[in-house]
Every structure is written in structure tokens, then in C-alpha cells.
């Protein structure tokens, strides 16, 4: 069975251009939600989507955003990059909003 | 970022040892989750923990909920070489709106064959 699929693996952009994430969850799963590593940490809670809904935000600024489509495919977008959003972009998928989540391999995100 | 304070932050130990790390929050979550990641890629699901008190083996892991559910353990037994990774804790808050997990800054484990 197909885990969580994530694309590209991995990206280099400029200060100030826009990324988009993408992710195909877990078959059946219908929860999704993104979160970014920085080195050396765990990683931090950006969005959660259920059933097309957002449920949750974490503490990241406007520039940061998603959306969940019919399929349960997502999508995160992050507008006006800086240095500082260089990270490990992580998707993970649960059946509900509230079963464990299962984790892709990450879009590795580079801005210089 | 709010993060669970996890312990140690690194391990050297050699083949066959026991391991222990532990997390601690000053929240109550009511799911305690363990995570290992290996370089390159996300973080795999190893352990589960749903009620206070719980203890719940996995092979050789063996992971524990806190009393006061704010703190959870994880032991591995009788290390081998392929364990070596980085372990992380997570709580979860699981509510009507969802339950996004807090992370704890990881252990690293290296494992001397």
C-alpha cells in the first residue's frame, strides 16, 4: 500500500518568490495536515484539514497557507519566502482529525 | 514554538544495551505518540498510548503514559545497529477540532555494533 507521497523532494528558490507543497495521503485517509522541521528540532504544526475543513493553525504567518481538495489531496503554499522558511516540509495523513498520524518523506525546501 | 522536553538529547551505547528516554510537558495531553526518524526521511509511527497508565509494547519497544499524562517513556531493549535514528515524542490533543501533535527536540541514538 502507498504511504503518504509528497512532491518534489526537494526545492531551491529565492527570497521572495512563492513555493507550492503538494501531498497525496494515505488511501481512506481523510485528514491531512503539514508541518515543517528546521534542523535539528522536532517538527512544528502548521495546518491540519479534515474532510476539506480547516480544524487547525499553528503559529505561522499569513504567508503560509493550504488547502485540502476533494480527493484529500493538499496543497501548501507559502507566498514572499524567506531565509528563515528553509526547512524540511513535512505532510502527514490520519483516518480521522484525531487518529495517529502517518508522515511522508518531506519536500526539502531551500531558499537562498 | 511550544515543544515537549525530551531526554536524553543524545545516546551512544553499544550493541545489545537498553534504552531509555523519556518526555515531559508541562501540558496534559490524552494521546502520547513515539516516533523514529531516520536521515532523509519523515517520521514512522512506532508506539501509540491512549490512556493514562497505559503500557504498550511493540517487539523489542516498550512505551509507557504517564500517570499525570504529562509525561511518557520509551525503552528499547537489547539495541541492534538498525535502531539508530533520532526518537521522537509527541502529544496530541485530540478535540472536536482536531489533534495536532507537539513534538519533543528528538534523541538521537547511535548504536556501536
Known amino acids: 500500500d502507498a504511504g503518504v507521497t509528497q512532491s518534489p523532494t526537494h526545492l531551491i528558490k529565492t527570497r521572495g518568490q512563492h513555493v507550492t507543497l503538494r501531498c497525496s495521503p494515505i488511501?481512506?485517509?481523510?485528514?491531512v495536515s503539514w508541518y515543517q522541521q528546521v534542523l535539528g528540532q522536532g517538527p512544528q504544526f502548521i495546518f491540519q484539514?479534515?474532510?476539506?475543513?480547516?480544524?487547525g493553525r499553528g503559529n505561522f504567518p499569513d504567508r503560509f497557507s493550504a488547502r485540502q481538495f476533494p480527493n484529500y489531496s493538499s496543497e501548501l503554499n507559502v507566498n514572499a519566502l524567506l531565509l528563515g522558511d528553509s526547512a524540511l516540509y513535512l505532510c502527514a495523513s490520519s483516518v480521522t482529525g484525531n487518529s495517529p498520524l502517518h508522515f511522508g518523506n518531506g519536500t526539502r525546501l531551500t531558499v537562498t | 514554538g511550544q515543544q515537549l522536553n525530551q531526554s536524553p538529547q543524545s545516546m551512544f551505547i553499544q550493541e545489545g544495551e537498553d534504552v531509555s528516554m523519556n518526555c515531559t510537558s508541562s501540558s496534559i495531553f490524552n494521546t502520547w505518540l513515539w516516533y523514529k526518524q531516520d536521515p532523509g526521511e519523515g517520521p514512522v509511527l512506532l508506539i501509540a498510548?491512549?490512556?493514562?497508565?497505559e503500557l504498550t509494547s511493540n517487539g523489542r519497544l516498550t512505551a509507557q503514559f504517564g500517570i499525570t499524562r504529562k509525561d511518557s517513556f520509551l525503552n528499547i531493549s537489547a539495541s541492534i545497529p538498525s535502531d539508530v535514528g533520532i526518537y521522537f515524542c509527541?502529544?496530541?490533543?485530540?478535540?472536536?477540532?482536531?489533534?495536532?501533535?507537539?513534538f519533543g527536540q528528538g534523541t538521537e541514538l547511535s548504536v556501536k555494533p
Open positions: 498510548l491512549y490512556k493514562a497508565g
Open positions: 488511501s481512506g485517509h481523510k485528514s
Open positions: 484539514y479534515y474532510e476539506k475543513e480547516e480544524r
Open positions: 509527541a502529544g496530541q490533543m485530540r478535540n472536536n477540532q482536531g489533534g495536532k501533535l507537539i
